[in-house]
């Protein structure tokens, strides 16, 4: 633990009045969870999320506390820490979801079932560590719901399963198919550059869209994600997408004619130089797009994502 | 509009880095939810921008919404269909329709009677369907048997299996056959309102759809990472095959889609599916990487190999 202002010391009695009232209010005790235990457990969380500047401020803290799911984080750690009755209380609130949300990820039946399974192997804590069972659930913050949570981790184990399959050939496939060998590169396929003054302009208004637009455009020129598989990402409607991805569209374009205005290009050429297909030039961007982003989403190389702990 | 598209894609495509280091599970899910707010929601935003793996894990556990279906892109407007001329036609085409279904499906009722009467069990693919009058039941059908009284209630089974009853309506007949006749038809109705779309496999291997003609395409999703190599359409049947012997089929133009797996009793082909044709809805044959060809009689349920 950091040696944190406000949170590694002993907490104002504000706080400490707080957290008390939180406590009683959870399910703790009957979850066989001391209030020192969860006072402990707010407390790595808040160091975890809580900036060090931050942590200095009663009030920040105090909402802080207040903003988590605590009877989701109570029930996650006490399952975590092997209470029978949580546990009990877990599988008949997640049981059935864990299978749903498995199916909707998975999307087919066996691979649903097999996902769920390990996810549920990773919940309950198959692994050892200091001869203590190693609960994936001691890794839940509150700061979502207990849900949400499942879904992501679910989704993280799908993809995680995803990279570990692709490493994995059957005999049959390999006698039925043959020893596959990769093919040469494809030499027509050679990147000719576009004009430098037009990368560097759209470079330029990429680097300086705000994150928020720059993951709508990601997910839609990149990942072909929907409009509406973006809107129910964000939250928002899809049509405030929809909207979203036509007014940065107009913009860009007139940023990038700025760009190229500065750049020394007249009007016309500008124009002229943005609506030359970027396929024209011998370079099937979206075939390598598509191949090249797939194979990188999941690419066996990486180190297995968001960790988690 | 099309080329800076496309040099948004190559550009965007650059700004993509391998990440080391991620953030951890509970603050993508808390971002999901809305639950994060300032700098630490800019930062996720920021991180899922450049990093394809955690937009994959972010958009795999975005909740689904049960309003999909009326989910359309607001690039194409929907012209305004609820307009007095359609409203008016449609109202005598309603009555229409259904004073043709009471007069003849009024007979129906007296004929199905005493016969099986069969309601398939949960499948989640499928829609549920009436079974012949001298078809046997399977397994996995239940079966009311002859002489046997029908309850006055609908039995429909939701997604756990357990039956649930649907109250009788204003005297309509005992037995269940005029409602499942109704579901049939407004079913067909749905289906029949709905254009047949265009398919067509792009050149990495996903598929896509057309609604108007082939003037525009829209890329859909079937399953995660499949390479589609192979399509046949017979009506409403679409059978999909791709690498490694994978092989989907949908029986309603492409709203539900269900891959074959291979069984003891009904094998498939392991190689690459290099090409599918169906003459009708039943009889087709794929042919694989490996040369080898497969042909099917029962509209792709079970496969032989030649």
Same mark, same amino acid.
């Given at each position: 633990?950091?040696?944190?202002?406000?949170?590694?010391?002993?907490?104002?009695?504000?706080?400490?009045?707080?957290?008390?009232?939180?406590?009683?209010?959870?399910?703790?005790?009957?979850?066989?969870?001391?209030?020192?235990?969860?006072?402990?457990?707010?407390?790595?969380?808040?160091?975890?999320?809580?900036?060090?500047?931050?942590?200095?401020?009663?009030?920040?803290?105090?909402?802080?506390?207040?903003?988590?799911?605590?009877?989701?984080?109570?029930?996650?750690?006490?399952?975590?820490?092997?209470?029978?009755?949580?546990?009990?209380?877990?599988?008949?609130?997640?049981?059935?979801?864990?299978?749903?949300?498995?199916?909707?990820?998975?999307?087919?039946?066996?691979?649903?079932?097999?996902?769920?399974?390990?996810?549920?192997?990773?919940?309950?804590?198959?692994?050892?560590?200091?001869?203590?069972?190693?609960?994936?659930?001691?890794?839940?913050?509150?700061?979502?719901?207990?849900?949400?949570?499942?879904?992501?981790?679910?989704?993280?184990?799908?993809?995680?399963?995803?990279?570990?399959?692709?490493?994995?050939?059957?005999?049959?496939?390999?006698?039925?198919?043959?020893?596959?060998?990769?093919?040469?590169?494809?030499?027509?396929?050679?990147?000719?550059?576009?004009?430098?003054?037009?990368?560097?302009?759209?470079?330029?208004?990429?680097?300086?869209?705000?994150?928020?637009?720059?993951?709508?455009?990601?997910?839609?020129?990149?990942?072909?994600?929907?409009?509406?598989?973006?809107?129910?990402?964000?939250?928002?409607?899809?049509?405030?997408?929809?909207?979203?991805?036509?007014?940065?569209?107009?913009?860009?374009?007139?940023?990038?004619?700025?760009?190229?205005?500065?750049?020394?290009?007249?009007?016309?050429?500008?124009?002229?130089?943005?609506?030359?297909?970027?396929?024209?030039?011998?370079?099937?961007?979206?075939?390598?797009?598509?191949?090249?982003?797939?194979?990188?989403?999941?690419?066996?190389?990486?180190?297995?994502?968001?960790?988690?702990? | /509009?099309?080329?800076?598209?496309?040099?948004?894609?190559?550009?965007?495509?650059?700004?993509?880095?391998?990440?080391?280091?991620?953030?951890?599970?509970?603050?993508? =899910? !808390?971002?999901?939810?809305?639950?994060?707010?300032?700098?630490?929601?800019?930062?996720?935003?920021?991180?899922?921008?450049?990093? !394809?793996?955690?937009?994959?894990?972010?958009?795999?556990?975005?909740?689904?919404?049960?309003?999909?279906?009326?989910?359309?892109?607001?690039?194409?407007?929907?012209?305004?269909?609820?307009?007095?001329?359609?409203?008016?036609?449609?109202?005598?085409?309603?009555?229409?329709?259904?004073?043709?279904?009471?007069?003849?499906?009024?007979?129906?009722?007296?004929?199905?009677?005493?016969?099986?009467?069969?309601?398939?069990?949960?499948?989640?693919?499928?829609?549920?369907?009436?079974?012949?009058?001298?078809?046997?039941?399977?397994?996995?059908?239940?079966?009311?048997?002859?002489?046997?009284?029908?309850?006055?209630?609908?039995?429909?089974?939701?997604?756990?299996?357990?039956?649930?009853?649907?109250?009788?309506?204003?005297?309509?007949?005992?037995?269940?056959?005029?409602?499942?006749? /109704? !579901?049939?038809?407004?079913?067909?109705?749905?289906? /029949?309102?709905?254009?047949?779309?265009?398919?067509?496999?792009?050149?990495?291997?996903?598929?896509?759809?057309?609604?108007?003609?082939?003037?525009?395409?829209?890329?859909?999703?079937?399953?995660?990472?499949?390479?589609?190599?192979?399509?046949?359409?017979?009506?409403?049947?679409?059978?999909?095959?791709?690498?490694?012997?994978?092989?989907?089929?949908?029986?309603?133009?492409?709203?539900?889609?269900?891959? /074959?797996?291979?069984?003891?009793?009904?094998?498939?082909?392991? =190689?690459?599916?290099?090409?599918?044709?169906?003459?009708?809805?039943?009889?087709?044959?794929?042919?694989?990487?490996?040369?080898?060809?497969?042909?099917?009689?029962?509209?792709?349920? =079970?496969?032989?190999?030649?």
């Amino acid at each position: 633990m950091r040696d944190d202002p406000q949170v590694a010391g002993e907490l104002p009695a504000e706080l400490n009045a707080l957290l008390e009232e939180l406590f009683a209010k959870s399910p703790g005790l009957s979850f066989g969870l001391t209030f020192a235990q969860f006072k402990i457990i707010l407390k790595e969380i808040a160091i975890k999320h809580v900036s060090v500047d931050a942590q200095e401020s009663a009030s920040t803290l105090r909402d802080f506390f207040s903003s988590l799911r605590i009877d989701d984080l109570v029930l996650a750690r006490a399952c975590a820490a092997g209470n029978d009755k949580a546990w009990e209380s877990f599988l008949s609130r997640f049981r059935e979801k864990l299978f749903d949300i498995a199916g909707y990820v998975a999307k087919d039946s066996a691979a649903a079932r097999e996902l769920a399974d390990s996810t549920y192997a990773d919940l309950y804590g198959t692994k050892l560590r200091d001869g203590q069972r190693v609960s994936k659930l001691a890794s839940y913050t509150g700061r979502g719901s207990l849900e949400g949570w499942l879904r992501t981790v679910i989704a993280q184990e799908y993809v995680n399963q995803y990279r570990r399959r692709r490493r994995l050939v059957s005999f049959e496939e390999e006698a039925e198919v043959g020893t596959q060998f990769p093919a040469p590169p494809v030499t027509t396929e050679t990147e000719t550059p576009v004009d430098a003054r037009l990368e560097a302009a759209t470079d330029e208004v990429l680097a300086a869209l705000p994150p928020d637009d720059l993951f709508v455009l990601t997910s839609y020129y990149l990942d072909d994600k929907t409009l509406s598989e973006i809107a129910r990402t964000l939250s928002v409607h899809e049509s405030t997408i929809s909207r979203k991805v036509d007014k940065l569209l107009k913009s860009l374009r007139k940023k990038i004619l700025g760009g190229l205005s500065r750049r020394g290009m007249s009007r016309r050429q500008a124009e002229e130089a943005l609506e030359v297909d970027v396929r024209d030039i011998r370079i099937n961007i979206r075939n390598r797009l598509t191949q090249e982003t797939r194979s990188q989403s999941f690419s066996e190389g990486k180190a297995e994502v968001p960790g988690g702990q | /509009m099309k080329p800076i598209h496309n040099l948004l894609r190559q550009r965007l495509y650059r700004t993509q880095k391998p990440l080391i280091e991620h953030p951890p599970i509970d603050l993508l =899910s !808390a971002f999901s939810e809305r639950a994060l707010s300032g700098p630490e929601r800019t930062s996720i935003v920021k991180h899922l921008a450049n990093c !394809a793996d955690c937009r994959d894990i972010v958009f795999l556990a975005a909740r689904e919404v049960a309003s999909s279906a009326g989910q359309i892109s607001s690039f194409h407007p929907s012209p305004r269909w609820i307009s007095w001329p359609v409203l008016r036609w449609g109202t005598v085409a309603a009555c229409a329709v259904i004073v043709v279904a009471a007069v003849r499906l009024r007979p129906n009722r007296q004929n199905y009677s005493h016969v099986p009467v069969a309601v398939h069990s949960q499948q989640p693919l499928q829609k549920a369907v009436t079974a012949p009058p001298n078809e046997q039941s399977s397994p996995n059908v239940a079966a009311v048997h002859p002489g046997q009284e029908v309850p006055p209630v609908r039995r429909l089974h939701n997604s756990q299996g357990k039956a649930k009853a649907v109250p009788r309506i204003l005297g309509l007949p005992p037995d269940d056959s005029f409602y499942r006749q /109704m !579901a049939l038809l407004a079913d067909v109705q749905t289906d /029949m309102r709905r254009p047949l779309p265009r398919w067509t496999l792009a050149a990495d291997g996903t598929l896509q759809r057309s609604l108007d003609d082939g003037i525009s395409w829209k890329r859909v999703y079937v399953a995660q990472d499949h390479v589609f190599r192979a399509i046949a359409v017979a009506g409403r049947n679409v059978w999909l095959g791709g690498k490694k012997g994978v092989l989907f089929h949908s029986a309603d133009a492409g709203q539900h889609w269900a891959q /074959m797996k291979p069984t003891a009793d009904n094998p498939l082909p392991a =190689s690459d599916i290099l090409g599918i044709e169906f003459q009708d809805e039943l009889d087709g044959k794929l042919t694989t990487a490996s040369n080898v060809s497969w042909t099917t009689s029962d509209g792709g349920r =079970s496969w032989e190999k030649q």
